[in-house]
């Protein structure tokens, strides 16, 4: 979707606020708000393209006001009444519901380091025929979805030349809507800077894009 | 709290915000506990690992390692996944690694103009800065500005290589060996790199000799 979240190239978002010796977390609720979405999301009934989506969603003018930790508190809340795993009632009430049955929680406190050791492979192991190869010039569709897409608008329609295949990897606009997971190879993507963003950009420079085969046509 | 303080009513049906996110996670905890979705030690645990454990230190460890072993750092470029790996790192975020070199000629700069996307397993969780909007949406056209406020000017004739983390793959930047630190050890080498220099907004220096100095 064209959101407010797809702000690479954008103007006037201020200057960069640095802090020195930055927490981890700036306050409780925040860590709390941090585990909260990884313990729910072992119930595996959303994937973190659906999570980041849900973000998106978020309508711009509090995105850009609410803080990193209020999104993700927001986006989870959405994902756990729309899976079914609470209804809104219980969230507004902070009750059960009269009569709801208890869960077994999928992720206990001894299965954390083996879940951070192992983590979550978005790589699939399926013989998938690349469209493109390294070195191939090609350029970005100009899509415009409405759903959830991991190709910038900044690089839509631009000239690139593929700079390594990376394999075969789930898909992010189909995984964030159904368990389709339209594995598909992802290439590296190195657009110069002077074709993204004109002839004032320096020489040099150039933006390097993970970018997937349905992004892509030959140039 | 609530409803009142935030100034206007919500009855409309997009997603409501109310003003307090510390009493909202607290209430939605203490829901999710009740119904046996979470588990609040699993909770203690998750943030006893990213407060405690899983930081910059373990990418300076990386970096060092690389600087002082060329057999490690050519495994690195191979399979950053595997090399990482080597040293104990767990894959939580950082399941497919890049490391990307800053040499004389060509300095990295990692961002995710779309989200928040970060190597956890080597730099922990991003700080708010390269969360912010004023860092995703410069660092892709104006690079060059966004490193000048970090308080490094490249030349002109240097190459600069934005890396857009829009995919699974995590990126860190190997930057490069500071001069005169051929005395040092791994450990001491370690010491020097800072999370900044593996995202690539800093460079890494030698610590300055002495008071005054």
């Known amino acids: 979707m064209n959101g407010v979240h797809d702000m690479g190239g954008m103007h006037g978002l201020g200057p960069v606020q640095y802090e020195r010796n ?31 989506h849900q973000i998106e969603l978020i309508p711009a003018a509090d995105y850009l006001r609410m803080s990193y930790y209020e ?73 415009n979805p409405v759903g959830h897409t991991r190709l910038p608008r900044y690089a839509r329609g631009k000239l690139g030349i593929v700079d390594r295949d990376h394999g075969v990897y789930v898909f992010p606009d189909a995984i964030a809507h159904s368990a389709d997971e339209n594995p598909q190879h992802l290439y590296s993507v190195r657009f110069t800077a002077r074709e993204l963003w004109g002839d004032h950009a320096s020489p040099r420079d150039s933006v390097y894009l993970d970018l997937w085969d349905d992004y892509l046509e030959p140039a | 709290m609530g409803a009142s303080s935030h100034g206007h009513d919500h009855d409309h049906d997009h997603q409501v915000v109310p003003s307090d996110p510390a009493l909202r996670v607290k209430a939605l905890e203490s829901l999710l506990t009740e119904k046996g979705l979470v588990d609040p030690k699993a ?14 230190r373990n990418g300076a460890r990386v970096v060092a390692r690389a600087w002082v072993d060329p057999s490690y750092k050519q495994r690195l470029f191979e399979d950053a996944t595997a090399a990482i790996g080597e040293l104990g790192y767990g894959a939580a975020q950082g399941e497919h690694m890049v490391v990307v070199e800053n040499t004389a000629q060509v300095h990295n700069l ?29 660092a892709v056209i104006d690079p060059r500005g966004v490193l000048r406020e970090f308080g490094l000017q490249l030349a002109d004739e240097t190459e600069i290589r934005v890396w857009d983390s829009t995919a699974e793959i995590r990126y860190l930047v190997l930057p490069e060996r500071p001069a005169g630190s051929e005395s040092l050890d791994e450990t001491e080498l370690a010491a020097l790199v800072t999370r900044d220099s593996m995202v690539g907004v800093a460079t890494v220096a030698m610590p300055a000799r002495g008071a005054g100095a």
């Not at chain 2, 990213?50 to 910059?56: S, T």
């Open chain 1, 22 to 52: 930055e927490p981890v977390f700036h306050a409780p609720w925040e860590g709390r708000a941090f585990a909260l979405n990884l313990a729910a999301a072992a119930w595996r009934k959303w994937s973190l393209d659906a999570l980041r």
């Open chain 1, 71 to 143: 999104k993700w508190l927001t986006a989870v809340t959405e994902r756990l009444v729309q899976s079914g795993l609470v209804t809104r009632a219980e969230v507004e009430s902070g009750q059960p519901a009269r009569g709801s049955s208890k869960a077994t929680p999928p992720l206990t406190a001894a299965q954390v380091p083996a879940m951070l050791r192992s983590g979550a492979l978005a790589s699939r192991n399926v013989s998938v025929q690349p469209n493109f190869h390294a070195g191939q010039r090609v350029r970005a569709r100009n899509i």
């Open chain 2, 43 to 56: 909770l203690d645990a998750l943030i006893d690992k990213y407060e405690r454990q899983v930081g910059p």
């Open chain 2, 110 to 138: 990692v961002v995710c103009t779309l989200c928040s996307c970060y190597p956890w397993s080597v730099l922990g969780l991003p700080p708010v800065w390269y969360k912010s909007a004023p860092y995703r949406s410069r």
